[in-house]
């Protein structure tokens, strides 16, 4: 039984030594391979990741939207009140017209008079809004000249 159990061990030597290179087992320190649980935290920590950056665009992108579209709205309304200072003066309470906007947007330029003022002066108020909502107001006055 001795010369079995000794050619038995010489069989298993040399299976192990006739695997090909990339089946067998790295040993690296005494530590066999990468385990279960430390694939697991690499790819939480990947996954994470990825989550953070996409939320840090997404934020990025929908500033950049309302920056731009309180920008375009500022515009208009610099635009529109220098657009209704030169139309010839109406009598409050009075609108005039207004410049074309960019799609989506809609301006009004309304005067009202000074309470209790002279007539020659009133308040123009310039509106720009998009979807209904109000972006901007902007006061301004006008002089009958």
């Keep these: 039984m001795s010369v079995r159990a000794t050619r038995r061990g010489n069989d298993e030597g040399r299976a192990r030594t006739a695997m090909p290179a ?5 040993v690296v320190n005494g530590q066999e ?3 279960l649980v ?3 935290v690499a790819v939480a920590i990947l ?21 731009e579209e309180r920008a375009t709205a500022a515009n ?18 009075a609108s005039y017209a207004t410049v074309t906007p960019e799609p989506g947007y809609t301006v009004s330029a ?4 000074i309470p209790g003022g002279d007539s020659s002066i009133q308040i123009v108020t310039v509106t720009v809004t998009r979807d209904g909502n109000t972006l ?8 009958d000249r």
């Design 22 to 26: 990339n089946l067998r087992s790295i």
């Design 33 to 35: 391979g990468i385990g």
């Design 38 to 40: 430390e694939v697991l």
């Design 47 to 67: 996954g994470v990741t990825l989550v953070v950056l996409l939320a840090a665009v997404s934020t990025g992108s929908i500033g950049v939207a309302t920056t």
């Design 76 to 93: 208009l309304a610099r635009s529109q009140l220098e657009y209704a200072k030169s139309q010839p003066y109406s009598a409050a309470p």
């Design 110 to 113: 309304d005067a009202t008079s």
């Design 136 to 143: 901007l107001t902007v006061e301004d006055y006008k002089v």
